[in-house]
């Protein structure tokens, strides 16, 4: 259809370059109910976290887990705005990146330079360690410079600037490449060096990731005392409001595409779920990358020809939903897990509160069962016998 007044992109694009349309579409976010939850979630968990805690956010891929991280540091930073005006120094939030490895263990000394450069530090490959004082021998050997210095002494920098810069939070994105190590007992050091970093600090960080991220959520019963999780969901296809947010999260897509000729993407709406799992950062790549692909055809509209050569195949999603539905189950508490616990502390395995409403409909479910058993052949049915004299006199 021809696009009228209600196109959601400013009109003057579609008279600019392939370059630009592309770039605005790829800046336009949506602010869906799903992220919106997941955000304000994680706003009230650092608001409210005990200094040196952990924060996980673990969801899908492709969910839209770095936008997730940009929202927050937007929000965080409009909202401390008074107080980094009277205190210049200080960082509202900091955010960093958590690169995996090329080959081999996770580099933390790659991990403290990109904090550093996100903290603003100066010269940060001239820093060098100092000889100690109590050490003679140590007055004699050549201090070690930026581009050689080992983690531990560009982490010890990374403590003095962050004690400094006093954010109300450290965001570490991509936090599954932590996980990035040769051994479980290297997982373990790996997750003591982020407790250490937090305590040290002061500071909660937050751990953004897949839900690969839960090996580190049960590594230890102290991390578990510490520790808040904040699930971001995929929008669930057997959930009818949530399919309604994720048709408008199309529909908002497809009125922000600078075309001359919309395409009635909501029309195929199940297509784009079965190709993006419920996951809109996976349906935002798909949807750019087919646009591009419309530009270099004439940029008129987008075509089911440009969606199909652009769409992830069948094994990628069915790899995608299992890996989804196995992180959903391991997050999802149910009645069984509580029982096992229960056990475990040597309580019966029934509910108070919480659970009353699973023990009434589970009796209720086994009176029916009763009710329903079949009788043996001549057995009465269950009735009041009258009693008394039962004759009718007329007067």
């Known amino acids: 259809m021809n696009r009228d007044k209600?196109?959601?992109?400013?009109?003057?694009?579609?008279?600019?370059?392939?370059?630009?349309?592309?770039?605005?579409?790829?800046?336009?976010?949506?602010?869906?109910?799903?992220?919106?939850?997941?955000?304000?979630?994680?706003?009230?968990?650092?608001?409210?976290?005990?200094?040196?805690?952990?924060?996980?956010?673990?969801?899908?891929?492709?969910?839209?887990?770095?936008?997730?991280?940009?929202?927050?540091?937007?929000?965080?930073?409009?909202?401390?705005?008074?107080?980094?005006?009277?205190?210049p120094g200080r960082f509202a939030v900091v955010g960093?990146?958590?690169?995996?490895?090329?080959?081999?263990?996770?580099?933390?000394?790659?991990?403290y330079k990109r904090l550093l450069q996100k903290l603003?530090?100066?010269?940060?490959?001239?820093?060098?360690?100092?000889?100690?004082?109590?050490?003679?021998?140590?007055?004699?050997r050549r201090p070690n410079m930026g581009h050689t210095a080992a983690a531990p002494e560009l982490r010890q920098v990374a403590e003095d600037v962050l004690k400094h810069r006093r954010p109300s939070a450290i965001l570490i994105d991509e936090a599954q490449h932590l996980a990035k190590m040769s051994s479980g007992r290297k997982l373990q050091d790996q997750l003591d060096s982020?407790?250490?970093?937090?305590?040290?600090?002061?500071?909660?960080?937050?751990?953004?990731?897949?839900?690969?991220l839960l090996s580190f959520r049960n590594l230890s019963a102290q991390l578990s005392r510490r520790s808040v999780d904040v699930h971001?969901?995929?929008?669930?296809?057997?959930?009818?409001?949530?399919?309604?947010?994720?048709k408008n999260v199309l529909w908002s897509f497809q009125n922000h595409l600078p075309l001359s000729v919309a395409?009635?993407?909501?029309?195929?709406?199940d297509y784009f779920y079965e190709r993006s799992?419920?996951?809109?950062g996976v349906l935002k790549e798909w949807i750019l990358k087919a646009f591009k692909t419309a530009l270099e055809d004439g940029g008129h509209t987008l075509t089911h020809r440009h969606l199909k050569d652009s769409a992830l195949s069948v094994s990628q999603c069915e790899n995608m939903v299992k890996d989804a539905s196995d992180g959903e189950e391991a997050l999802e508490e149910t009645m069984e897990a509580r029982a096992d616990l229960r056990k475990l502390m040597g309580l019966e395995a029934r509910f108070t509160k919480a659970g009353a409403t699973e023990q009434r409909s589970s009796a209720r479910a086994d009176k029916s069962t009763v009710r329903r058993r079949r009788r043996r052949p001549g057995e009465r049915n269950p009735k009041r016998d009258p009693v008394g004299n039962t004759e009718t006199f007329e007067g």
């Not at 937007?74 to 205190?87: N, P, R, V």
């Not at 940060?124 to 004699?140: A, Q, Y």
């Not at 971001?232 to 994720?246: L, N, P, S, V």
Request: net charge neutral; charged share 25%; aromatic share 8%.
């Open 263 to 269: 395409p009635d993407l909501v029309g195929e709406w």
């Open 277 to 280: 799992v419920g996951c809109v």
């Open 194 to 212: 982020i407790k250490s970093l937090a305590n040290i600090t002061k500071i909660p960080i937050v751990l953004i990731g897949t839900y690969e």
């Open 232 to 246: 971001f969901r995929r929008y669930r296809a057997d959930r009818a409001d949530e399919i309604k947010a994720f």
């Open 6 to 87: 209600r196109a959601g992109f400013p009109p003057e694009l579609l008279k600019q370059s392939n370059s630009e349309r592309a770039s605005y579409f790829n800046t336009y976010t949506v602010a869906h109910p799903q992220l919106k939850d997941a955000s304000d979630r994680l706003r009230t968990a650092i608001r409210n976290a005990i200094p040196g805690s952990l924060i996980l956010v673990c969801g899908p891929t492709g969910v839209g887990k770095t936008t997730l991280s940009l929202r927050t540091e937007q929000s965080l930073t409009a909202e401390m705005i008074k107080e980094l005006e009277s205190d």
């Open 96 to 111: 960093v990146e958590a690169i995996p490895p090329d080959h081999g263990n996770f580099n933390w000394k790659e991990f």
């Open 120 to 140: 603003d530090e100066p010269c940060i490959g001239h820093k060098i360690k100092l000889p100690s004082l109590n050490d003679i021998s140590e007055r004699t």
